[in-house]
């Protein structure tokens, strides 16, 4: 068996086709909120129901959405190669688990959780507001989401540091890398492969394949160029 380790890496274009909006396309959610009011560490403190509210609305969108073809198909890979495949994501949806993806990454929390702010713990609330919960470790009213905000620490990240410094390919799929530097990552390899929609020719370079199509067309290319990289 090899003891390739093969990184794959996603963002919003993953569970795009699922319907879940993202923040920068067109008809996102941007154009409804600010950054600033609910995905800021300062908006959290100016307007704690705003961003609670937001928060609620998106886990109970959440509930109605179902994975895609390119969830099934990452969690067929992970089931077949739990050893060689880790799989990391930047989205705070729970579409991959429910693809039946075991031990998924969330490098920017979970959206199906909340956090006590008093014990520090975290905790599953599935699809359902956070209004008059309490925390069931400590009995505290002072929860709060568990998506990391811009202005707070990001505890996941350390798992970046173990692909910088174990990975043998990466898969990025459906980011951009403005907000984690997918290229540095693809610099660190010798076989990377990239699926975005959109062309960015100074990010792209650095890529070894790259696919311009939505996701769920390219999933079955990502997946036997990751089963021909471990069979070498």
């Known amino acids: 068996m090899s003891s390739k380790k093969v990184y794959i890496v996603s963002g919003a ?10 923040f920068r396309d067109s008809g996102g959610l941007w154009e409804e909120y600010s950054i600033e009011e609910v995905c800021s560490v300062d908006g959290f403190r100016r307007d704690r129901e705003k961003v609670s509210n937001f928060y609620d609305a998106r886990r109970a969108d959440l509930k109605n959405r179902k994975p895609n073809y390119a969830h099934k198909r ?3 890979l992970k089931n077949r190669y739990p050893d060689n495949i880790v799989v990391l994501t930047q989205n705070v949806d729970d579409l991959l688990e429910r693809a039946g993806c075991r031990d998924v990454i969330h490098l920017h929390g979970t959206l199906t959780d909340l956090r006590c702010e008093e014990c520090k713990k975290v905790f599953h609330i599935g699809y359902k507001s956070q209004k008059g919960v309490i925390c069931p470790y400590c009995g505290s009213a002072n929860i709060r989401h568990n998506v990391v905000m811009f202005g707070e620490p990001a505890p996941a990240y350390r798992y970046l540091n173990e692909l910088y410094n174990y990975a043998d390919m990466v898969v990025v799929i459906g980011t951009s890398g403005e907000v984690i530097d997918t290229a540095f990552m693809a610099q660190l390899v010798d076989y990377s492969i990239l699926n975005n929609l959109d062309v960015n020719e100074y990010h792209d370079k650095y890529f070894k394949v790259k696919l311009y199509k939505p996701a769920t067309k390219a999933i ?13």
């Open 74 to 76: 990452i969690a067929e």
């Open 13 to 22: 274009g993953l569970s795009a086709e699922s319907g879940i909006r993202t």
């Open 220 to 232: 079955d290319e990502i997946y036997n160029l990751i089963e021909e990289f471990l069979s070498d």
